[in-house]
């Protein structure tokens, strides 16, 4: 069975602070994606990054950032300096055997001016 | 833009109808997937078609059913609504095994 579990519901920060948001995942496969996705108001699930599971390597994408670490089954996300268009529900997903996505419980983010 | 559209974007049903939702799927993308999102909830998987062939199936019942056409745009059909249907969705398309990008969802509301 698969999971991921986004401990965060809500987190309220002030513009330009940074924001890091949490996701544990669980699988048995060795072979696995995980993905974040965005979903503004208007209800779209928006692509951000997706990582392999052979690939550890942490990368900043503008100020976007993640860090993967398999000993801890964790895939965190960082937005650097936020504004005010990041607020959303932001959804952590994994994807193994089969084609089908799982995803958290998602945490909302408020950005304030 | 993603270039996955939905249709209708918003629906009212009583219990116990029938619905069709449609999916048109991104240009070049054979596999589409449907997603069911209550409220304050992450998506939970329906079942997903590739090449018109059902490829995978989430915990839902058989009235929910699902096509796939020629050109890849897709049908969620659920049948004898129930209260708990109500929920937002999604629709998303692939060139499997890459990644699935997302329509703006069909929220039903089922009274």
């Known amino acids: 069975a698969q999971k991921v579990t986004q401990a965060q519901t809500e987190i309220s920060v002030v513009e330009k602070e940074d924001v890091t948001l949490d996701c544990v995942y669980e699988t048995r496969d060795t072979t696995y994606y995980l993905f974040w996705y965005k979903q503004p108001p208007s209800g779209e699930l928006v692509f951000l990054i997706r990582?392999?599971?052979?690939?550890?390597q942490n990368e900043i994408s503008g100020r976007y950032s993640w860090n993967f670490q398999k000993s801890t089954s964790s895939f965190n996300f960082t937005i650097t300096a936020s504004q005010v268009v990041d607020s959303a529900v932001y959804f952590c997903?994994?994807?193994?055997?089969?084609?089908?996505?799982?995803f958290g419980g998602g945490t909302r983010v408020l950005v304030k001016p | 833009e993603t270039g996955v559209t939905q249709s209708p974007t918003h629906l009212i049903k009583t219990r116990g109808q029938q619905v069709t939702l449609r999916c048109s799927s991104q240009?070049?993308?054979?596999?589409v997937s449907w997603y069911q999102q209550a409220l304050g909830q992450g998506p939970q998987f329906i079942f997903q078609y590739y090449r018109e062939e059902e490829n995978g199936r989430g915990n839902f019942p058989p009235r929910f059913s699902g096509l796939q056409f020629p050109n890849y745009s897709s049908e969620l059909n659920v049948n004898a609504l129930e209260l708990d249907d109500s929920a937002l969705y999604l629709c998303a398309s692939s060139l499997e095994p890459n990644i699935q990008y997302f329509g703006a969802g069909t929220r039903l509301s089922v009274l």
């Open positions: 990582r392999n599971s052979f690939d550890e």
């Open positions: 240009s070049g993308h054979n596999t």
């Open positions: 997903a994994l994807r193994a055997a089969g084609n089908k996505l799982t």
